[in-house]
């Protein structure tokens, strides 16, 4: 039931160790949110789940080295651990993290300003030629239809339909001549 001095020392000891690596995951998110910026309500749930995490691993570690008893030292330990991480490896990794976004933001201007703006500028310029040779067609197509009394869409059709009337009317034709053969026999 009573534990020494060197037990308790080192139960604190590896739960500082906890803290300092629950700091390390927590440095996932903060990579996270430097090149993937999101809103407030997002980091907020980030944060809220990976409380919830914390708390949850405080707990089995808890309950598997302090014999089945929680103790308010075990967080006391673990934010020390944290804080140690944060001052320590946290910030310089930080400090690298941020310094890395910024190259790649500038390295991402640089292509964007050197590869694509002449790209999309190219393909504005065809998509504007384009653009006018339609308007163009479409003015001249207006223009010609309105000329006309009749709107002629087809002259194909036009001929064959002159064709059709003249066979008809001179199938008309025939027949009248063949009723009057037929009398006169």
Sequence with gaps: MYES????????SSFAIVGF???LI????????????????????EDFLFF???????????MELGTGEFRAIFIFAEIIGASAYFVSFGALISFLI????????????????????PAFKFIY?????????????????????KLRLKMLYNKIAQLYRVRSEL?????GKRNV????ISKKA
């Design 167 to 171: 066979k008809n009317k001179m199938d």
């Design 5 to 12: 001095v060197a037990e308790n020392f080192g139960l604190l």
């Design 98 to 117: 941020n310094k890395f976004a910024n190259a790649l933001r500038r390295l991402s201007r640089k292509i964007w300003n050197k590869i694509l703006t």
């Design 21 to 23: 690596v629950l700091g």
């Design 125 to 145: 310029k065809i998509y504007i030629k384009i653009f006018k040779i339609i308007v163009v067609l479409y003015n001249y197509s207006k223009r010609h239809l």
């Design 26 to 45: 927590y440095e996932v998110f903060r990579i996270l949110r430097v090149f993937l910026p999101h809103s407030s309500l997002a980091v907020g749930l």
């Design 52 to 62: 919830c995490f914390a708390g949850l691993i405080t707990f089995a570690y808890s």
């Design 177 to 180: 001549i063949k009723a009057k």
